[in-house]
């Protein structure tokens, strides 16, 4: 199976979850890389306000094609119980190139059905999911529901 995790972090812990997925899955990883600002509580707020409105962004393309994979494994912090604008940017402007999918969701409160929304965007079922709590990932205790998603994944 060939591989690619694509993730989008604000803070940096979706990123910390997405290349420990792609170490255990030794696999392609691409950051969605947004061109919007958003550092410091207002670009908070503002992020807040897009997921909630459920807008795009202009986000950079992609390094990597989701075409050439068997499976695209999406990551996405939680903002205001959805996905982040960028990451629904990366879905709508890739879902027809995408095979199969897989979700990850890194959140600080509730997730809600933060993946069930990705799916509904995607258009296609997810062959896995999975929502890792932000202070799991800052104690390291995030590996082994990674390596329980990974299994998930390759069924």
């Given at each position: 199976?060939?591989?690619?995790?694509?993730?989008?972090?604000?803070?940096?812990?979706?990123?910390?979850?997405?290349?420990?997925?792609?170490?255990?899955?030794?696999?392609?990883?691409?950051?969605?890389v947004?061109?919007?600002?958003?550092?410091?509580?207002?670009?908070?707020?503002?992020?807040?306000?897009?997921?909630?409105?459920?807008?795009?962004t202009?986000?950079?393309?992609?390094?990597?094609?989701?075409?050439?994979?068997?499976?695209?494994?999406?990551?996405?912090?939680?903002?205001?119980?959805?996905?982040?604008?960028?990451?629904?940017?990366?879905?709508?402007?890739?879902?027809?190139?995408?095979?199969?999918?897989?979700?990850?969701c890194?959140?600080?409160?509730?997730?809600?059905?933060?993946?069930?929304d990705?799916?509904?965007?995607?258009?296609?079922?997810?062959t896995?999911?999975?929502?890792?709590?932000?202070?799991?990932?800052?104690?390291?205790?995030?590996?082994?529901?990674?390596?329980?998603?990974?299994?998930e994944?390759?069924?």
């Amino acid at each position: 199976m060939k591989a690619l995790v694509v993730y989008y972090s604000r803070t940096g812990t979706t990123r910390k979850v997405a290349e420990a997925i792609s170490k255990i899955l030794k696999c392609d990883i691409d950051e969605i890389v947004d061109t919007k600002n958003r550092n410091g509580p207002l670009g908070y707020m503002i992020s807040g306000r897009e997921a909630m409105r459920k807008q795009l962004t202009e986000i950079k393309k992609p390094k990597k094609n989701p075409k050439l994979y068997d499976v695209v494994i999406i990551g996405t912090p939680v903002w205001a119980f959805t996905m982040s604008s960028p990451v629904r940017t990366y879905i709508m402007q890739n879902k027809a190139l995408c095979k199969k999918v897989a979700f990850f969701c890194t959140h600080g409160g509730m997730p809600k059905t933060t993946c069930k929304d990705m799916e509904e965007v995607c258009g296609k079922k997810a062959t896995g999911s999975m929502y890792i709590h932000e202070s799991d990932v800052r104690k390291g205790e995030h590996i082994s529901k990674i390596k329980e998603f990974v299994k998930e994944i390759k069924k």
